[in-house]
């Protein structure tokens, strides 16, 4: 019997819709999907890896998967949970723009295609962001003890 190899990474994906004075309006809770390249990407961030710092660009999308919108992130410091780490980003769009998003990317650059991106994320229905509303994106990821 041979030995597999497992890489074991969970994401927490945020999405909170809030009013100007920071009361939250509406709040999203899901899972993320790690596309082709971001499992290995995810290793080196957690690892504090040449480049990580830089995987913190938000890509929005929406319905269609067309990008409307890319915003800048940053990350808090890696920290230790119950048998895993994890690392936070936190994103806001306080500008005065409305957008509709259903889909969100996490990469070290603008995407034009969701797909293109290290992580994904659906929103699992349509959001809409006014003028009078702060978009903010909450992207935790989990990478087992085991996985590092």
């Known amino acids: 019997m041979g030995v597999k190899d497992k890489i074991n990474i969970k994401g927490v994906v945020k999405v909170q819709l809030l009013s100007r004075d920071g009361k939250v309006v509406s709040e999203r809770i899901l899972r993320n999907v790690v596309l082709a390249n971001g499992a290995f990407d995810i290793l080196y961030l957690i690892r504090g890896g040449p480049g990580s710092i830089f995987w913190n660009y938000v890509n929005i999308y929406d319905g269609g998967r067309t990008r409307v919108k890319t915003i800048t992130g940053s990350w808090g410091n890696v920290s230790d949970g119950a048998g895993y780490k994890y690392i ?15 889909y969100f990317g996490l990469d070290a650059t603008t995407r034009t295609l969701l797909e293109d991106n290290r992580l994904a994320y659906d929103y699992g229905t349509t959001g809409y962001k006014t003028s009078a509303l702060i978009l903010r994106v909450t992207w935790e990821i989990r990478i087992s003890y085991g996985t590092i």
Do not use: K, N, Q
């Open 88 to 102: 936070v980003l936190t994103a806001e769009d306080s500008s005065t723009d409305e957008y509709s998003f259903r």
